[in-house]
């Protein structure tokens, strides 16, 4: 079984531009998640789907951010535009049940300069 | 807002010794999971904790829900050279959102 995958594992954008990054959940989990882990803090919540629905979205930074899961499958994230302080890994992890075991993929790791 | 203070920081042992790694809060979680993170990788889950005082084993991991349920310990017996990476712990609200806590990591350091 194919674990959570993401893409791309690395981007590098200047101050301003516009970035997209991609999740693809373990087949058949209905919940995803997004987390972010800024150098050397703590892994921090952004959002959670049920399906195709924002569960929780009460960590996301500001409107500059939004994400979106059309189809209960995979998810996007979209940055724009985005700004230094945005810079960092970010982790998607994917669970069967709300309250099941998560499971993460490898990151993309952004660089904004 | 909720935090979990996780520690030691960062640890160097010599091969063969036991590792002690502990969370606390002052939030109640329904649920404890530990992670191992490598260099380039993403979190890899290593046990999953649901009651309180909850004792469970993973090879030579062993992991404890504790009592009060605001917190939680992870030991590592006779560490090996693999054993190397950043240990998280994490811990799932109990109302209002599912949403999980993450510590802010253990750096284990393996000496051989």
């Known amino acids: 079984e194919a674990g959570v995958t993401q893409f791309p594992s690395h981007s590098v954008i200047e101050k301003g531009q516009t970035v997209t990054l991609r999740c693809d959940p373990i087949s058949g989990h209905d919940n995803l998640y997004w987390y972010r882990r800024v150098m050397g803090k703590e892994i921090k919540f952004l959002l959670h789907f049920v399906k195709e629905s924002k569960q929780d979205e009460s960590g996301m930074p500001n409107n500059r951010f939004l994400a979106e899961r059309t189809g209960g499958t995979y998810s996007t994230l979209k940055v724009q535009p985005a700004e230094l302080e945005d810079s960092g890994v970010y982790f998607c992890?994917?669970?069967?049940?709300?309250?099941?075991?998560?499971?993460f993929g490898p990151g993309t790791r952004l660089t904004v300069t | 807002g909720q935090q979990l203070n996780q520690s030691p920081q960062s640890m160097f042992i010599q091969e063969g010794e036991d590792v002690s790694m502990n969370c606390t809060s002052s939030s109640i979680f329904n649920t404890w999971l530990w992670y191992k993170q490598d260099p380039g990788e993403g979190p890899v889950l290593l046990i999953a904790l649901y009651k309180a005082g909850e004792l469970t084993s993973n090879g030579r991991l062993t992991a404890q829900f504790g009592i009060t349920r605001k917190d939680s310990f992870l030991n590592i017996s006779a560490s090996i050279p693999s054993d190397v990476g950043i240990y998280f712990c994490?811990?799932?609200?109990?109302?209002?959102?599912?949403?999980?806590?993450f510590g802010t990591g253990t750096r284990l350091k393996v000496l051989a």
């Open positions: 994490a811990g799932q609200l109990t109302s209002g959102t599912y949403k999980y806590i």
């Open positions: 992890a994917s669970s069967q049940g709300i309250t099941s075991k998560q499971y």
